[in-house]
Nanobody
Framework: VQLVESGGGLVQPGGSLRLSCAAS????????MSWYRQAPGKERELVAT????????AYADSMKGRFTISRDNAKNTVYLQMNSLKPEDTAVYYC????????????WGQGTQVTVSS
């Protein structure tokens, strides 16, 4: 099983980045996919979640209107489009796969660094 994030980097405030997470080794379309982030000295927090078929999404309040999660089940990939980035968005962003039925199963990626700074 692998979740490989990419697309992180250094961006100026107000800029945009698109993160990708390529999945392999499991049935991607059976899993809800999420992005989490963890800033230095802080706990990991949920950024956004998308349902297995992609029909439903949910966002943390501070990301609503700025971030968009999407997925392509044909490519086994989930995306996070981040716009209007702020310095407080600086963190390591992690991809997460989770399902609860018929049994619980969860996987994490290794993370990709996003730094928002002028």
């Amino acid at each position: 099983v692998q979740l490989v994030e990419s697309g992180g980097g250094l961006v100026q405030p107000g800029g945009s980045l698109r993160l990708s997470c390529a999945a392999s080794g499991f049935t991607f379309s059976n899993y809800f996919m999420s992005w989490y982030r963890q800033a230095p000295g802080k706990e990991r927090e949920l950024v956004a979640t998308i349902s297995d078929a992609g029909g439903n999404t949910a966002y943390a309040d501070s990301m609503k209107g700025r971030f968009t999660i999407s997925r392509d089940n044909a490519k086994n990939t989930v995306y996070l489009q981040m716009n209007s980035l702020k310095p407080e968005d600086t963190a390591v962003y992690y991809c997460n796969a989770k399902k609860s039925w018929p049994r619980k199963s969860e996987y994490w990626g290794q993370g990709t660094q996003v730094t928002v700074s002028s």
